[in-house]
């Protein structure tokens, strides 16, 4: 099936250390969300973004649409233990679905 | 209940045989959908319910995997003659119009 491309694939960071991940896709899309996911667990919504060119922030996280509707970031400010995890994008198509095409993921592990 | 609950946690089971996987929505949420997770990979879009019909089924990959909504709420995915490729984290979420996704933990489904 169709899956975004995100990178890095994975990272492994210090405490405190910013970090970075991005998206893209050859398909313009409307909406881009950002998930975390635990180990055993279901996807996690960070955050949402709903129009090209917006820069949204959820707490130490800020995450950005891209101009060209094809890319988003999201950036991660002073890591912290708990920010382990996996880290996936996903967009959606169209206006009249809620399907998801979800990115291949970024596994972020942080080191004390 | 408070969230997505998906039956069972574990699943393992032999080539060819046949497997029901169960989601109980949250209360009252109108959507529901399925998803799978293979191994290092993100989530990939099965079907989608709105009430008790399917609105889009375009991710199912075969013939062999099914889904029933009949009273708008319990959903169940349906594998027959299941095989090895089918191993995977079988994921569920609900949401209401407007709102996002809330996932399960999924299934693991194993095929030996």
């Known amino acids: 099936g169709q899956q975004l491309n995100q990178s890095p694939q994975s990272m492994f960071i210090q405490e405190g250390e910013d970090v970075s991940m991005n998206c893209t896709s050859s398909?313009?899309?409307?909406?881009w969300l950002w998930y975390k996911q635990d180990p055993g667990e279901g996807p996690v919504l960070l955050i949402a973004?709903?129009?090209?060119?917006e820069l949204t922030s959820n707490g130490r996280l800020t995450a950005q649409f891209g101009i060209t509707r094809k890319d988003s970031f999201l950036n991660i400010s002073a890591s912290i233990p708990s920010d382990v995890g996996i880290y996936f994008c996903?967009?959606?198509?169209?206006?009249?679905?809620?399907?998801?095409?979800f990115g291949t993921g970024t596994r972020l592990q942080v080191f004390p | 209940g408070a969230g997505v609950s998906q039956t069972p946690s574990n699943k393992v089971t032999e080539k060819g045989k046949y497997v029901e996987l169960r989601c109980d929505p949250i209360?009252?949420?109108?959507?529901l959908y399925w998803y799978r997770q293979s191994l290092g990979q993100g989530p990939e879009f099965l079907i989608y319910?709105?009430?008790?019909?399917?609105?889009?089924d375009s991710g199912l990959p075969n013939d062999r995997f099914f889904a029933v909504r009949p009273e708008g709420s319990v959903s169940t995915l349906k594998i027959q003659r299941t095989e090895r490729g089918d191993s995977a984290v079988y994921l569920c979420?609900?949401?209401?119009?407007?709102?996002?996704?809330?996932f399960g933990s999924g299934t693991r489904l194993t095929v030996v």
């Open positions: 973004l709903y129009k090209a060119g």
């Open positions: 319910f709105q009430g008790t019909g399917a609105a889009d």
């Open positions: 209360s009252g949420h109108t959507a």
């Open positions: 398909s313009i899309f409307n909406t």
């Open positions: 996903a967009g959606q198509l169209e206006e009249n679905t809620d399907k998801l095409i």
């Open positions: 979420a609900s949401s209401n119009p407007g709102l996002h996704y809330t």
